[in-house]
């Protein structure tokens, strides 16, 4: 049951939670600007977005797994994934970056590269090791040809 808790959406709604958390209860007087952050905000959240929804599409055409506990059924390395191996990943934390931004949560901002870091640990690793030996030479390539985040 734990496994089916922990996935990187229910870590980024965490993350958000904080954010708006400090933004509503503690904003200490401070803020990034007004409308300039709210749009860049809103180019954040809609960037992260997108780039979530082409990677869900480019998995589903290879008919592989989105859930990182779970074994893949094929390496996916074309569109978006031959930009970044993890765009769901950075998706999610431009979704964050966004929020924050648009939430004015000045304080939060170090949440970003804190839930990066979760992120890696949490599943990158596990993923990239599974990938490794099932996929083995051509993993290695991809690896190679591609970076882990962009």
């Known amino acids: 049951m734990l ?25 200490m007087d401070l803020s990034f ?3 300039w952050a709210d749009f860049a905000g809103g180019i954040f959240i809609g960037g992260g977005l997108i780039l979530m929804a082409l990677a869900f599409v480019e998995m589903r055409k290879h008919r592989t797994t989105v859930i990182p506990h779970l074994n ?6 074309s569109g978006i994934f031959s930009r970044t191996r993890n765009p769901i990943y950075v998706g999610d934390a431009l979704v964050l970056a966004g929020l924050i931004l ?21 599943f ?21 040809k591609t970076r882990r985040w962009v």
């Open 72 to 77: 893949a059924n094929a390496l996916v390395s």
């Open 3 to 27: 496994k089916w808790i922990d996935l990187p959406p229910v870590w980024l709604a965490l993350a958000a939670l904080g954010a708006w958390g400090q933004a509503t209860y503690f904003p």
């Open 33 to 35: 600007g007004g409308a």
């Open 102 to 122: 648009r939430w004015d949560a000045v304080l939060a901002l170090p949440l970003v590269p804190i839930f990066i870091l979760v992120i890696e640990k949490r």
């Open 124 to 144: 990158i690793i596990g993923e990239e090791d599974r990938l490794r030996r099932k996929f083995r030479s051509q993993f290695a390539a991809y690896c190679e």
